[in-house]
């Protein structure tokens, strides 16, 4: 069973920065993509970022420009570094990645205050 352990979240006010991450119990080369989403509360969970396996990047056009998702092989632990928050970016993140099965993280709390 992989297991995905989100950490990094937390309280910062607007403008500020965070860094997630998300280490992954298998490498984290064995997957097709890894994304990471986010749930809001009242909200839809939706995508924020995905890297594939050939290191491509794709984003919500919310997050362009202020966030950047990486991944580190050798550690296998996933990354995303978030910049110039806003209170809109308050939600629940998870980690998510994909190869034959899908698996998800358990969420990390982030609160940007105004």
């Known amino acids: 069973q992989v297991q995905l352990v989100e950490s990094g979240g937390g309280l910062v006010q607007a403008g500020g920065s965070l860094r997630l991450s998300c280490a992954a119990s298998?490498?984290?080369?064995?997957?097709?993509?890894m994304a990471w989403h986010r749930q809001a509360p009242g909200k839809q969970r939706e995508l924020v970022a995905v890297i594939s396996v050939g290191e491509s990047t794709t984003y919500a056009e919310s997050v362009k420009g202020r966030f950047t998702i990486s991944r580190d092989n050798a550690k296998n632990i996933m990354y995303l570094q978030m910049t110039n928050l806003k209170p809109e970016d308050t939600a629940v993140y998870f980690c998510?990645?994909?190869?034959?099965?899908?698996?998800w993280g358990q969420g990390t709390q982030v609160t940007v205050s105004s």
């Open positions: 998510y990645a994909n190869a034959v099965r899908s698996y």
């Open positions: 298998r490498s984290t080369s064995s997957f097709n993509n």
